[in-house]
């Protein structure tokens, strides 16, 4: 008998569907069968079970965060079970415990992360026996079928395993120590939890560069200084057809200053004009390719305002119910026996009413289209597409609907003719002014017919098709306007446009742009929504009108690690290279280890030795302006948010002592009470303080002079 082990409950439920079972409690037994003679039994995890063990858990000399204690190089590395999935890992371990089964079939997602999850909970249950690797890239029933019938040998899978591991235990050595290290030393130069900061500097290989990512594109915006510009546009009169051109100089369309585009102005006002150049050309557009990860985050954030991990949650959601093919994946291609399926998928997909139209005018077959279907392209996953399984579309939630639509207009669009436009390009001279007029007009929807029919956003390309003029056709200047504008910076990066920043970061040096390059940018395609939001969790960014905003405490560390490999995406970069290559077997991971351990070292050395450089003041100045509550009833100064306490920010150059814990008898004093104090000496009516018994009250000063408080009741008058 088998014992399968899946990542996760519904996953589990997808890979029994197709053979008669039942669910027993904490697992589910499948029948003897064709695929099982003897029957299965199938349990799963629940994500991660086991996570490595704390520093100071290994080592109580560690527990307290101290320079001297730094660089910790850990040599053994232990696993310790979450406390909160106790319960899962005893059903699994029962199952691999049964003395009935002789076999174990890994069943986790389809790539390291997957591989880890899974073969580390058989090793922490100290079950050894032997072991088949089942690899599916969609959870349809006869997907499943077709992997269980076709399983892999774990040999072929286990250089994965050995990949996650090492990329754990690494990502641990230069994160511990790197974050430790950080915050002691930023906190010395005066910024701690006093001055607004979370405390803790948390640094890593890959958030730490997008962090600075972040922070550059911000010093851009505020570095940039605006200029004023000017363009003239002229209205010209052919023969009764009326149409405007844009002054054109080999420097481009725009004037410095006014006084030069009106000398210009008034050379061509009422002048004669004449048609030099008429440029007419047909251009065809190709339908978009299929969808990787980031691009479906990245088109979800900028067209329903979605974040990444909303979006890879939906995705997974749609995945596990067999909608779609596997989530995470970074490729936008598919291979020949993914392509084979398509007249099914389509045929299916005809049923659902939005598409049945759609799917009848199906043009052509991509099987042989090198844009779509490229093995050359596909490592260990293909494109987000579609799978055979269609949805009853009323049991979807709103968001769902949203995405498993981009995905199904993708692979019908696929199947559509190039668009086809006549772009135009008029010169037009007035002298030897030149003026150009560009237009382009649809003349074969194709495939915009699938994708753009609703989106207005996209339609706005079409532009109003130009009046049938000639070439040499003479006329007037009907009148010449000077438009003024100003240059702007770029804008802060959506989580979308981040998404993508991460996937292409551009970077100077070319060899490492080439590196980055082959290995898909900074960080994984499964991790980049996790890494944007734990960036939000350490206060490094904000989300600002869809847009994403570095905070202080972004600045303060971007500024500490500007000059490390840890602001760099070139170690991310390399680092990936050399774990891919241990997840092909062609590398070693210990070697890599060892070298994390170096690492490491380096990280603490460069940090130390360059703290002395750094000045957080104008940063501390900041945030403390930005946690001003009020006046100070003591000295004056402001009072601020200091965390758990509000405090005067003339602590040091005053010596004011005034302070005030936010807790008074259970209950928070929040901002808006405390302002209030402050400012009217008196707060709103506070219910619930906990005394004797339960009792409401007002807050107001007992001597402001001295910063003590009392309480007012609403019914009696004082009671101090």
Not at 6 to 12: F, I, L, P, Y
Not at 267 to 275: L, T, W
Not at 326 to 332: A, E, K, L, V
Not at 635 to 651: I, P, T
Request: a neutral charge; hydrophobic letters at 35%; one cysteine or more.
């Amino acid at each position: 008998m088998q014992a399968i082990v899946a990542e996760k409950s519904s996953q589990a439920e997808s890979l029994a569907a197709p053979y008669k079972h039942r669910k027993k409690g904490s697992y589910i037994e499948i029948d003897p069968c064709k695929t099982f003679p003897e029957g299965a039994l199938l349990t799963w995890c629940s994500g991660h079970l086991f996570e490595i063990v704390e520093p100071h858990e290994m080592d109580a000399s560690l527990k307290t965060w101290q320079l001297d204690t730094l660089p910790m190089i850990i040599n053994d590395f232990k696993y310790k079970l979450i406390p909160e999935k106790a319960k899962r890992f005893k059903a699994v371990k029962e199952v691999l415990t049964n003395p009935k089964i002789k076999e174990i079939v890994a069943a986790g997602d389809a790539g390291r992360e997957g591989e880890l999850i899974v073969q580390l909970v058989i090793r922490m249950s100290g079950v050894k026996k032997p072991m088949k690797r089942l690899w599916t890239q969609s959870l349809t029933p006869k997907s499943v079928q077709q992997a269980f019938d076709n399983l892999l040998d774990i040999k072929m899978t286990q250089p994965l395993y050995y990949e996650a591991m090492a990329r754990s235990y690494a990502d641990y050595l230069i994160g511990m120590n790197a974050s430790r290290v950080y915050t002691l030393l930023i906190q010395s130069k005066g910024v701690n939890r006093s001055s607004g900061s979370s405390g803790v500097f948390s640094c890593g290989r890959v958030q730490t560069p997008v962090c600075a990512m972040v922070v550059n594109r911000e010093r851009e915006i505020q570095n940039f200084v605006s200029t004023p510009f000017y363009e003239l546009v002229s209205r010209f009169v052919m023969e009764g057809n009326e149409y405007e051109g844009k002054y054109t100089i080999e420097s481009g369309t725009r004037f410095d200053s006014k006084e030069k585009a009106v000398v210009i102005q008034n050379e061509c006002q009422g002048k004669p004009a004449m048609i030099r150049e008429l440029k007419i050309e047909e251009k065809s557009v190709q339908p978009p390719q299929f969808h990787s990860l980031s691009t479906l985050q990245a088109l979800a954030n900028k067209r329903f305002k979605m974040s990444p991990k909303h979006t890879l949650e939906i995705l997974q959601t749609l995945y596990q119910n067999a909608y779609v093919s596997y989530p995470r994946s970074d490729s936008q291609y598919v291979t020949d026996g993914e392509a084979e399926a398509f007249p099914e998928i389509l045929k299916n997909l005809k049923s659902l009413e939005p598409y049945s139209d759609l799917i009848e005018g199906v043009e052509r077959s991509i099987s042989a289209d090198k844009r779509y279907v490229n093995v050359e392209h596909v490592s260990d996953h293909y494109a987000v597409i579609p799978t055979e399984k269609v949805p009853s579309l009323v049991d979807l939630s709103e968001d769902e609907k949203k995405i498993y639509d981009i995905i199904v207009r993708s692979l019908i669009a696929a199947h559509y003719e190039p668009a086809a436009f006549t772009h135009t390009t008029i010169q037009t001279n007035v002298g030897e002014h030149v003026f150009i007029t560009k237009g382009k007009q649809l003349l074969k929807e194709g495939w915009r017919k699938v994708m753009f029919d609703s989106d207005e956003e996209e339609n706005k390309e079409d532009e109003a098709l130009l009046p049938n003029v000639q070439k040499d056709q003479s006329g007037m200047v009907k009148s010449v306007s000077i438009k003024e504008g100003k240059t702007s910076p770029k804008k802060r990066y959506t989580e979308g446009e981040l998404i993508l920043a991460m996937k292409n970061p551009v970077v100077e040096d070319s060899e490492i742009s080439k590196v980055l390059k082959s290995v898909s940018g900074i960080g994984e395609e499964s991790t980049r929504s996790n890494i944007i939001e734990r960036l939000k969790q350490l206060d490094y960014i904000e989300i600002e009108k869809n847009r994403v905003a570095p905070t202080q405490k972004a600045f303060i560390l971007i500024d500490a690690v500007q000059d490390t490999v840890l602001a760099s995406p070139e170690l991310t970069g390399r680092w990936e290279q050399r774990l891919k290559e241990i997840g092909k077997g062609d590398a070693s991971a210990k070697n890599f280890i060892e070298q994390s351990k170096k690492l490491a070292e380096k990280v603490v050395r460069d940090a130390k030795q360059q703290a002395d450089s750094w000045n957080f003041d104008s940063y501390i100045q900041k945030m403390e302006e930005d946690k001003y509550v009020g006046p100070c009833p003591k000295c004056g100064a402001g009072v601020v948010d200091k965390g758990n306490f509000y405090g005067c920010s003339a602590y040091k150059s005053a010596e004011c002592n005034f302070t005030m814990n936010k807790k008074l008898l259970e209950k928070t004093i929040n901002e808006s009470n405390m302002k209030k104090l402050l400012e009217k000496g008196k707060t709103n009516l506070i219910k619930s303080f906990k005394g004797k018994t339960d009792f409401d009250a007002y807050v107001v000063w007992k001597d402001k002079a001295a910063g003590s408080i009392r309480f007012e009741f609403k019914k009696e008058k004082v009671k101090s």
